[in-house]
């Protein structure tokens, strides 16, 4: 069982938004910066937003990310089949001195 | 272009050894922080090790404490990861990655990953 927590899946059609969340506690979320990526199939996972919001060059605006509380969520507009991947959050946990990421959501284009 | 690869990956059988490299090419590796962050088939990502720049501070996820040390190499821009004692539920594609702010909450580069499968 994984500290942070997404759903399982998501999906959406092409064109359209989708929110992915991640819930943690005081513990990460609630006190450190989050961090989001994809992995598509195969591949080792990519960075997409770091520091809560902010995203490494390269990375379109489509993605963003918010943290509010103990939660945070990542936002993909303008889906394409292309960011059909897995998604995981990532933090830092003070109480475990370790970092830690969510279980992942897979992300389906229909 | 920035890079990271991984070698040392293979077949072993429990209760084994193994080490593991991660060479770092075009950037200054001796300023960044790096990880290992394995995944184990069809499953998810796990951190299991963190080391700061200058080497003063190590850490580990609790599956791998006290079997797992990690170690760096600036002079020969290298990073290590040397595994004792090992079990079937190690068994996964470790990946070495780069620490983005060198707080282990967020990691920018990633090498391809090696396989470990530990089995009898």
């Known amino acids: 069982q994984s500290v942070l927590t997404q759903p399982p899946s998501v999906s959406a059609a092409p064109g359209q938004k989708v929110t992915i969340s991640c819930s943690g506690s005081s513990s990460n979320i609630g006190n450190n910066y989050v961090s989001w990526y994809q992995q598509l199939p195969g591949t080792a996972p990519k960075l997409l937003i770091y520091?809560?919001?902010e995203r490494p060059s390269g990375i379109p605006d489509r993605f963003s990310g918010s943290k509010s509380g103990t939660s945070a969520t990542l936002g993909i507009t303008g889906l394409q089949t292309g960011d059909e991947a897995d998604y995981y959050c990532?933090?830092?946990?003070?109480?475990?001195?370790?970092?830690?990421f969510g279980g992942g959501t897979k992300l389906t284009v229909l | 272009e920035e890079q990271l690869v991984e070698s040392g990956g293979g077949l072993v059988q429990p209760g084994g050894s193994l080490r593991l490299s991660c060479a770092a090419s075009?950037?200054?590796?001796?300023?960044?922080?790096m990880n290992w962050v394995r995944q184990a088939p069809g499953k998810g990502l796990e951190w299991l090790s963190y080391i700061s720049r200058n080497n003063n501070i190590i850490h580990y996820a609790a599956s791998v404490k006290g079997r797992f040390t990690i170690s760096r190499d600036s002079a020969k821009n290298s990073l290590h990861l040397q595994m004792n004692s090992l079990r079937a539920e190690d068994t996964a594609v470790y990946y070495c990655a780069r620490d983005i702010g060198g707080r282990a909450d967020a990691f920018d580069i990633w090498g391809q990953g090696t396989m470990v499968t530990v089995s009898s």
């Open positions: 990532g933090t830092w946990d003070s109480s475990l001195s370790a970092a830690v």
């Open positions: 075009g950037f200054t590796f001796s300023t960044y922080s």
């Open positions: 520091d809560n919001n």
